[in-house]
T-cell receptor, first 114, second 117 residues
């Protein structure tokens, strides 16, 4: 079964500093990987995805993520965090077979300190 | 284009009552997914439906929960005889892609927040 681990409950970072949110996955076959962001009392918004090709994926709002097959990781990064980046971030995975349902991690709360 | 529409946004029920949550997918999407979000537990998959078919209900509780996606109208997640443990945010997502195809992202609604008193 596919699964995702987001090991940190909360990530605190000062505004302007680099932001990293960690994600490791487990899936049979080549993974399809996603990052979503959730603001309070809102739905999930898509940030970026990795399907195939370049291991470094660029997404919305200046975010990027790097697929590392040997470490089964897909960490989310932003070079310079903004206060408005404070939100809940979810990593998700699915395998190449079967239906399109995604398995989500438990989420990481990111707090950007002014 | 309108996004995924869910209603009601907030629903309060007493124990033993029924809750009905509705989801209209994005225009052109014929695949609907329901997820439940509990505090500090992330999103848990419940059910995946296409028009008039349940494709994967492996995440649905065996009792009291049901889902449908009729030929006409929205998808409905129905919870009978609600209990306090059913209090959660229920999210619907849709996609235009079908089983076995290359994946695209899921598009999520704003969620329906159920409170059981």
């Amino acid at each position: 079964a596919q699964s995702v681990a987001q090991p940190e409950d909360q990530v605190n970072v000062a505004e302007g500093n680099p932001l990293t949110v960690k994600c490791t996955y487990s899936v049979s076959g080549n993974p399809y990987l996603f990052w979503y962001v959730q603001y309070p009392n809102r739905g999930l918004q898509f940030l970026l995805k990795y399907i195939t090709g370049d291991n470094l994926v660029k997404g919305s709002y200046g975010f990027e993520a790097e697929f590392n097959k040997s470490q089964t990781s897909f960490h989310l990064k932003k070079p310079s965090a903004l206060v408005s980046d404070s939100a809940l971030y979810f990593c998700a995975v699915r395998g190449p077979y079967g239906n399109n349902r995604l398995a989500f991690g438990k989420g990481n709360q990111v707090v950007v300190i002014p | 284009n309108a996004g995924v529409m869910q209603n009601p946004r907030h629903l309060v029920r007493r124990r033993g009552q029924e809750a009905r949550l509705r989801c209209s997918p994005m225009k052109g999407h014929s695949h609907v997914y329901w997820y439940r979000q509990l505090p500090e537990e992330g999103l848990k998959f419940m059910v995946y439906l296409q028009k008039e078919n349940i494709i994967d209900e492996s995440g649905m509780p065996k009792e009291r929960f049901s889902a449908e996606f009729p030929k006409e109208g929205p998808s409905i997640l129905r919870i009978q005889q609600v209990v306090r443990g059913d209090s959660a945010a229920y999210f619907c997502a849709s996609s235009p892609l079908g089983q076995g195809t290359n994946t695209g992202e899921l598009f999520f609604g704003e969620g329906s927040r159920l409170t059981v008193l």
